[in-house]
């Protein structure tokens, strides 16, 4: 397994710390909102690399973070009138439902920045006690300068200056800065602080992800990961926290993929140019459509969302569902003749690859156009068809695309009926049960042979 480290900015062997357990951390949403198709993105990626590991055999446990303090949920939270807590678990929900959606394995862990702020405390403390912190009446600070390897993963140089600091969770890397491990409470922050062994206030974004890192799965863990734009300061800072306290390496593995564009633009809320889960299903779409778009793309690279593309990707889904459907109704022969090549060889280099998934897909489909062809030709080996299905799921366990769906008993019925109507040439009557299949849901599809096919109707 290849994966392209950030931190050396090379393509790299995968080696982990331990065979038996892969540790992986996973930057999770802040829940002031709803989370846009851009965070899916990244969040698609985190599974897709789950399901590689699974993959190669490895045990994964994958740790994501729920941000539910940091400066934007409070500030949303209080224009809202709402607690602070009720108002991200509302969110938290919605996050929950939309990747369920798109076939993400829950990850095994989802720790609240808000039941760790024990941990954060004692990490502060020991960076305060080592030197690397300093305390003034707005909060504690992150000295950067001394941490002498600040600034590698970002590849930003910072010698021994001395530098101002910086209150806000995020900036850019112009403003390098020494940043706020703890902010001393003030009136914006209303309700929401705490008094312990730190001055009455709440932490920074940054110490949050290290402390439920370093809680959950040790000093140093094998993979973490987040979207391109959290390199710096996030993930920097995380770094210089991280190693500093335990005084080991934090991670081993960066991995980052890039965003996903609206008219070249990043999709965020701050520039107002986003879509959710949601808004793609009242305009009608699976939402694994978007799954399969995310899939088709190079995570490395940029990628411009449009709804001509997920329209193709729908259509991909559709005909890949009856295309199954049928096959698996196939009738089946005993001919043992010469068989096309259905290993899995090209599949698994393809996804080994740094998790090249479109590479993995194009393996997918070769498949798929076999069972296609012998459809065509109304007959399938016994022992090709079962080699074509398993390869086919082996290859979804990594790509996810395909639903298990159930057709309810009262479908089949009605599809039924309408077969019959159809024999009859009562054609009238066999057009408004299709009509009444399609309300609920179906569509039926009749074959060349006379036979029929349901599948779920995507086109709502
Ligand atoms: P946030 O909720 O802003 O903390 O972001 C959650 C995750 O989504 C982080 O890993 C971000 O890097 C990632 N992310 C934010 N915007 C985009 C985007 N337009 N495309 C891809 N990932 C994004
Ligand atoms: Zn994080």
């Not at 993930?235 to 926290?241: G, L, R």
């Amino acid at each position: 397994m290849k994966i392209f480290n950030t931190m050396t900015r090379k393509l790299e062997e995968f080696k982990p710390d331990d065979r038996k357990l892969v540790k992986v951390y996973c930057c999770g949403p802040t829940v002031y909102d709803f989370v846009h198709i851009g965070n899916l993105r990244s969040f698609v990626f985190y599974d897709v690399l789950r399901r590689v590991l699974e993959y190669n055999g490895f045990k994964v446990r994958l740790v994501m973070n729920i941000t539910d303090v940091d400066d934007k949920t409070i500030k949303k939270s209080r224009e809202a009138g709402v607690e602070l807590k009720e108002y991200t678990e509302n969110y938290t929900r919605y996050f929950m439902e939309d990747i369920k959606k798109l076939n993400i394995k829950p990850a095994d862990l989802y720790p609240h920045a808000t039941d760790s702020i024990v941990e954060m405390e004692k990490i502060i403390l020991k960076l305060k006690e080592d030197g690397f912190a300093y305390e003034t009446d707005d909060g504690i600070y992150y000295e950067i300068s001394k941490f002498k390897d600040y600034g590698k993963l970002s590849k930003t140089r910072v010698g021994d200056s001395t530098f101002s600091r910086i209150n806000a969770d995020e900036y850019e890397k112009d403003n390098l800065a020494d940043f706020a491990l703890w902010k001393a409470w003030d009136k914006e922050d209303g309700e929401v602080y705490w008094t312990g062994k730190l001055p009455k206030g709440r932490p920074g974004w940054h110490i949050e992800c290290s402390a439920m890192s370093i809680s959950n799965l040790g000093p140093t863990i094998d993979i973490h990961s987040g979207g391109i734009d959290l390199i710096f300061p996030h993930h920097e800072n995380e770094i210089a926290q991280s190693e500093a306290y335990t005084g080991k390496k934090f991670v081993n593995y960066w991995v980052h993929p890039e965003h996903l564009l609206v008219n070249g633009k990043k999709m965020s809320k701050s520039l107002k140019n986003f879509y959710t889960l949601k808004d793609l299903e009242r305009s009608g779409f699976d939402p694994l459509a978007f799954r399969l778009l995310m899939l088709d793309s190079d995570h490395k690279a940029k990628l411009d969302f449009t709804f001509e593309a997920l329209e193709k990707a729908e259509k991909t889904l559709d005909d890949l569902d009856i295309t199954l459907k049928s096959f698996a109704k196939l009738k089946e022969n005993d001919r043992n003749g010469p068989e096309p090549e259905i290993g899995l060889k090209a599949f698994d280099a393809a996804i080994n690859n740094d998790f090249d998934t479109h590479a993995g897909l194009v393996e997918f489909f070769r498949v798929v156009d076999i069972a296609r062809a012998r459809i065509k030709e109304g007959m399938v080996g016994k022992r090709e068809k079962t080699k074509i299905l398993d390869a086919i799921n082996t290859m979804d366990g990594v790509l996810g695309i395909l639903e298990g769906y159930n057709i309810p008993d009262s479908i089949e019925s009605l599809s039924k009926e309408r077969s019959d109507l159809r024999r009859k040439k009562n054609w009238n009557e066999a057009d408004a049960i299709r009509e009444k299949i399609k309300k609920r849901g179906f569509r039926v599809i009749d074959m060349v042979d006379g036979s029929y096919t349901i599948v779920k109707n995507r086109r709502v």
